[in-house]
């Protein structure tokens, strides 16, 4: 039994990372599909100081912890990952056992911008180092202008993307 975690770096509702994350889902047909909630709390050394890790982000390090593997699709905000983002893995960071230790991981981007997040895969790729998790290197998924390429069912449109998606997904069930 497949378990596959998935986490979008936007909180918006109609979000295109979150309908990339939907079509990896799909495509990568686990038996258990998750999508997590990163609608945390802002990271505060006085909080977990006072509270500890905050229930949510608890939630969401054993979600990592269980999956077989994760999807990962980042927006570009000012060259990088989101705000929400690095605030779900700065808080993760902070729970007990590592859950990235060694996770496969894929990663992929939808944006606004003609380069469709590359800057971004950039820095969750820098984020995620110290976890050390195993994110798959490619191929890079970078979906460009990406309120045009989903329908209104919300599924990838371009051929190259559903290409491209399905190469990474059969990458990511191969490393499990």
């Known amino acids: ?21 939907h079509n990896a889902a799909r495509i990568f047909g686990a038996d258990e599909f998750t999508l997590a909630d ?12 006072a509270k500890g890790v905050p229930a949510k982000v608890q939630t969401l390090s054993d979600q990592i912890a269980a999956a077989d593997a994760v999807i990962i699709s980042t927006p570009e905000y000012n060259k990088a990952i989101s705000g929400s983002l690095k605030n779900a893995l700065d808080w993760v960071s902070r729970t007990e056992g590592g859950p990235w230790n060694g996770k496969p991981v894929a990663i992929m981007s939808a ?5 469709g997040g ?13 976890f050390r998790p195993d994110i798959l290197q490619g191929p890079e998924v970078l979906v460009a202008n990406s309120s045009n ?13 559903i290409k491209l998606l399905t190469e990474l997904m059969d990458a990511l069930k191969a490393r499990i």
């Open 111 to 115: 944006a606004a911008g003609r380069a």
């Open 118 to 130: 590359e800057r971004a895969q950039f820095s969750l790729r820098l984020a995620m180092m110290a």
């Open 38 to 49: 990163i609608n945390v709390p802002l990271y505060d050394g006085d909080l977990e100081e």
């Open 1 to 21: 039994m497949t378990k596959l975690l998935g986490i979008s770096g936007s909180l918006r509702k109609a979000s295109t990372n979150t309908l990339l994350i």
């Open 149 to 161: 390429e989903f329908d209104e069912n919300g599924q990838l449109t371009g051929e190259m993307y």
